[in-house]
């Protein structure tokens, strides 16, 4: 994590960029592990320094160029491990 984005004049650690897929399960497996009995803030937090949020950009605009399955197969795994990461991830990853 370099930089540092200010947000409300608080700051704040810039979230990881994401260029592979192997990274992108990696960051994944990162956020389940914190399991299931961790605060749903804590877990929300986690899952934006994860640099997951930022999976549905795409590659034109200097984002992840991941699949449409893998991003599934993410929000599924998540889904599983804390329902509080997948209400917040649900709109980052919808493409309308």
Known sequence: MG???H???RPRPAPLRIVSDEEVLAAAGEVIALGTDAPAAFLVEALVRSGLLALSIPSDFDGADVSNGLIAQVVSLDSASAAG?????GPSFSRA
């Not at 990461?85 to 991830?89: A, G, K, N």
Request: charged letters at 10%; aromatic letters at 0%; a negative charge.
């Open 85 to 89: 990461c997948c209400t917040c991830s």
């Open 7 to 9: 947000l409300h004049e």
């Open 3 to 5: 930089s540092i984005t």
